[in-house]
């Protein structure tokens, strides 16, 4: 059984992040991001200096106790302040896991890990400002992690093949 480490991603991480961000990005069917962003644009954001940013780390080829395993980054999710001022007790988040890993329990554990991480830093809850309503896994997700759907905007993302579809405002306190 592979096990999972989530740890803060630092500078060597950045080709990893970039490869999944690219492969998440570029179906254009999950986030309101340019399909064409730039790994440079990409990083900026991921990278950005109110963004605690995270990777999750696979163990792929431990033979045994004495041999180190080989770590393959999987998974990354970012943490930050939604607002400043008066909104910054709330924190916002955004998830991201290889095309190659999904389905295996990598989004709970960042999931879960981010709520810990969140309620350490001090916020009070958190939100999702734009869940793509025909994310079926990622609303599964959300709603399985304490989520409520608190609004919907109608027709606001543009999907490639389903057209213009509802967007999810989630909410949870800590
Ligand atoms: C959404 C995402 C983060 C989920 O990560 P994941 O590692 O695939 O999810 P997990 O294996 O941890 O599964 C957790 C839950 O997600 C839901 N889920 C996962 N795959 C699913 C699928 N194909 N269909 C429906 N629900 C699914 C289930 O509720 C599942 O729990 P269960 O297995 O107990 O039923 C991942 O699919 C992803 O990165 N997608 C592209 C980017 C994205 O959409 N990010 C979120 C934007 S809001």
Known sequence: MPSLNIR???EADRNAIWEIFHDVVTPGDTYAFDPKMSREEALAYWFRADTHTYVVELDCLKQSSFQPGY???VGTYILRANQT??????ANA???VAASARGEGVGRAMGEHCLN???RLGFRAMQ??????????AVRLWQQLGFKVVGTLPGAFRHPAKGYVDVYVMFRSL
């Open 94 to 96: 955004a998830f991201m």
């Open 128 to 137: 999702f400002n734009f869940v793509v309503s025909t994310n079926e896994s």
């Open 117 to 119: 991480e969140a309620r």
């Open 85 to 90: 001022g008066g909104g910054a007790h709330v």
């Open 8 to 10: 803060l991603a630092t």
């Open 71 to 73: 770590r393959r980054v």
